[in-house]
């Protein structure tokens, strides 16, 4: 009803929509499955309510609406019947009198727009075009017009204006608009104006295949506000994955399933490095939020800002990024207070051996002792906190059991929390992702490089952004760049190609030369740039930065930038990138990717030994016909064990076999065995028995 008498209005010439009351803003959507999602959007002042509305656009459809309209100096402006939709094309069929004899330039000049049922202009189709122009031989009787983008409203039109806007008509001409054929396609609607209280509407009904658009108006007693900005909700369903087939050592079959709303699908090929061993805990603080160290927010629990549950202490705090207990008290001659217990977990394997990374933020010059279990001080790691309060170690602690945790305590009773900690059990392995000392440069030297070059013809990995890149021999860099609009442009700048890192920290060492010693900065960082995690480095009097840092906030697919305050010329002589990954960490090395149109893709030529796994990154067509990259999928690994064949060895006793353990040839555990390696297998049956065998793993 209300649509229809939006329609009325707009064809009666008069402005709808027009509220005292703000549209709503920040219109988002979250936890789409294909089926369903959840729309939320700012509270409006004053609002009493909300409308929503849901809808796809239907297919094709055209229809003739007959105007009889006329444009000249005494009515110069023009609105054609609204479509409920979106506009594809308008042909308007017209007859134009009062221009003969007249020069284009001086006939009635016309401007053809397009508009919502409010007469809110959205995009212009021509700038001008004179009615001298439409009627140079009496012959011309129609004027198509393309549609353009969506408007922020359910109703469009176009509206054509005789002159400038504001301006008085100028000009010879009467044009006599008779039909306007529309083919547009109409707005479907799963929820029309559908009330509701709050800032918050689940939507449910809907199809994968099927992209939708929503938008929201506010209540305010009998004021109606104009409608939100539209939100297209053209999302992908998540792309699933499916296991690998015909495993191989040197090829396997990457697997998905079909994504209803995909034009292609591109998936990559990774070699997966990890450390030996299991990694028991994992904590970043991603869920925390709500608070600082000074002034946290007290909580009930802190399972639901954790990834594992089961973290205690006698009065749970979180604030941004990190998660805590409170100060404690001495009551009764007992401390109350004042320590935190890790999940239990079993903690047996290594001899009970646990390596531990941790990013603390604690009381200054307290002392935080870390222990398994019951205390003793042979097997207690004891952190004395600097005055600024930001602890980062990694330690090693024993005396792990089968059902265990790990306590944290603060000698003086008082307020710690943890950004981040990792507890593993093996070998750590320093992964190097990027090294490089740029002997492919083999002329030129610092003060006269060789420029206008390719930069993937000189590094070991292709893939450096770099502005105006420049080579030495033994040296690849960077001219100077310069500041236009306000904005840094040219050269000062490198970054390294995206690499796989496992989230955490990681290591940079760099040796470069700077072209203002004494003068310039160098600023090195992961990822996005954050102030807090950057490192900076002042250029010395002879120019050379030689340094070893380690920088938090690695994650996959990042890269490291190098930056130059000044945007001044600088070349790096080398660099090393590494990680150090904890047992149970790993880190994704991109190898091959392939753009294809099925849903699965055989990847050759692998090294027998080697662990491989596969993401599928999904593309899709929007609005306008054009692929986009959706998201990438996590990395599905390649799994062996399900194709381990036996080498003669020791049988398997009758009893059922309860857990199965993997180690190499030397004794250490493997999670995950790589196809092409030999294993011993070691099967614990019910009885309490164990039976061995070697295996080649296929």
């Given at each position: 009803m209300r649509n229809s008498l939006l329609c009325l209005l707009a064809l009666a010439g008069i402005p709808t929509g027009a509220s005292a009351i703000a549209p709503p803003a920040g219109l988002a959507q979250s936890g789409y499955d294909g089926h369903s999602l959840t729309l939320t959007w700012e509270a409006v002042e004053g609002a009493t309510g909300y409308e929503v509305s849901v809808w796809h656009l239907g297919e094709s459809t055209t229809e003739a609406q007959y105007v009889n309209q006329i444009i000249n100096k005494d009515n110069p402006v023009l609105y054609t019947p609204v479509v409920n939709g979106h506009l594809d094309k308008a042909v308007i069929n017209y007859t134009i009198s009062g221009t003969t004899g007249i020069d284009n330039d001086k006939t009635l000049p016309l401007i053809f727009r397009q508009a919502d049922a409010s007469h809110e202009i959205s995009s212009i189709f021509r700038g001008e075009i004179y009615m001298g122009q439409l009627a140079v031989t009496n012959q011309v009787s129609t004027y198509e017009i393309f549609g353009g983008y969506p408007v922020d409203e359910f109703t469009q039109c176009i509206y054509i204006e005789a002159g400038p806007s504001g301006s008085e008509p100028t000009g010879e001409g009467t044009m006599t608009i008779s039909t306007v054929?529309?083919?547009?396609r109409p707005n479907v609607y799963i929820m029309d104006h559908e009330a509701s209280t709050a800032t918050t509407m689940k939507v449910s009904g809907l199809n994968p295949a099927t992209n939708y658009y929503a938008s929201v108006k506010a209540i305010g007693g009998e004021d109606i506000s104009a409608a939100s900005e539209i939100l297209h909700l053209d999302s992908l369903v998540p792309t699933v994955l499916k296991p690998a087939s015909s495993v191989t050592p040197s090829s396997y079959t990457a697997n998905w399933e079909a994504n209803p709303k995909a034009s292609s699908y591109v998936v990559t090929n990774y070699e997966i490095i990890s450390a030996d061993g299991i990694c028991q805990i994992s904590e970043n603080?991603?869920?925390?939020?709500?608070g600082t160290f000074d002034n946290p927010t007290t909580v009930e629990s802190l399972d639901e800002y954790t990834d594992t549950k089961g973290w205690k202490g006698v009065t749970c705090l979180v604030a941004d990024g990190m998660f805590g207990v409170a100060d404690g008290a001495v009551r009764g001659g007992r401390p109350i207070g004042g320590y935190m217990y890790s999940p239990n977990a079993d903690f047996s394997a290594n001899n009970g051996k646990l390596n531990i990374t941790l990013s603390m933020h604690a009381t200054p010059e307290d002392v935080i002792t870390v222990y398994i279990g019951s205390f003793s001080t042979d097997k207690a790691h004891v952190i004395n906190v600097p005055e600024s309060g930001i602890v980062t170690e990694s330690f090693e602690i024993s005396g792990g059991t089968a059902d265990d945790y790990i306590r944290f305590e603060s000698k003086n009773l008082k307020k710690f929390f943890i950004r981040s900690i990792t507890v593993a059990q093996g070998e750590p392995l320093e992964n190097i992702l990027l090294e490089?000392?740029?002997?492919?440069?083999?002329?030129?030297?610092f003060d006269s490089p060789i420029e206008?070059?390719?930069?993937?013809?000189?590094?070991?990995?292709?893939?450096?952004?770099?502005?105006?890149?420049?080579?030495?021999k033994g040296m690849f860099g960077t001219f100077d760049g310069m500041i236009l609009g306000g904005r840094p442009y040219g050269g000062g700048t490198m970054v390294t190609p995206a690499l796989g890192f496992a989230e955490g920290d990681a290591t940079i060492s760099f040796r470069l030369q700077s072209s203002k010693p004494s003068e310039d900065q160098i600023t090195v960082y992961?990822?996005?740039?954050?102030?807090?995690?950057?490192?900076?480095?002042?250029?010395?009097?002879?120019?050379?930065?030689d340094e070893t840092v380690t920088l938090s906030g690695a994650y996959d697919g990042a890269t490291v930038h190098f930056e130059s305050k000044n945007l001044k010329k600088f070349m790096l002589d080398d660099i090393k990138v590494y990680q150090t990954l904890a047992p149970g960490q790993k880190s994704y090395k991109k190898l091959e990717s392939a753009t294809v149109n099925g849903t699965s893709h055989t990847f050759t030529g692998l090294e027998s030994g080697k662990t491989y796994g596969y993401s599928v990154r999904t593309d899709y067509l929007n609005f306008f016909g054009m692929t986009e990259e959706g998201a990438e999928s996590a990395v599905m690994q390649v799994s062996a064990t399900s194709s381990i064949e036996c080498v003669p060895g020791i049988s398997d006793s009758e009893s059922p076999v309860v857990s199965v353990i993997y180690t190499d040839l030397a004794g250490r555990r493997i999670i995950e065995p790589a196809p092409g390696s030999v294993v011993i297998r070691t099967a614990v049956h019910a009885d309490g028995s164990r039976s061995v065998s070697k295996q080649l793993v296929r």
């Open positions: 054929v529309n083919t547009y603080g991603a869920k925390c939020s709500g490089d000392s740029f002997d492919k440069a083999t002329s030129g030297t206008r070059i390719s930069a993937d013809d000189y590094t070991e990995m292709p893939g450096w952004s770099v502005n105006s890149a420049i080579v030495a992961i990822g996005e740039y954050d102030e807090a995690r950057a490192k900076v480095f002042d250029v010395p009097a002879d120019g050379i930065i």
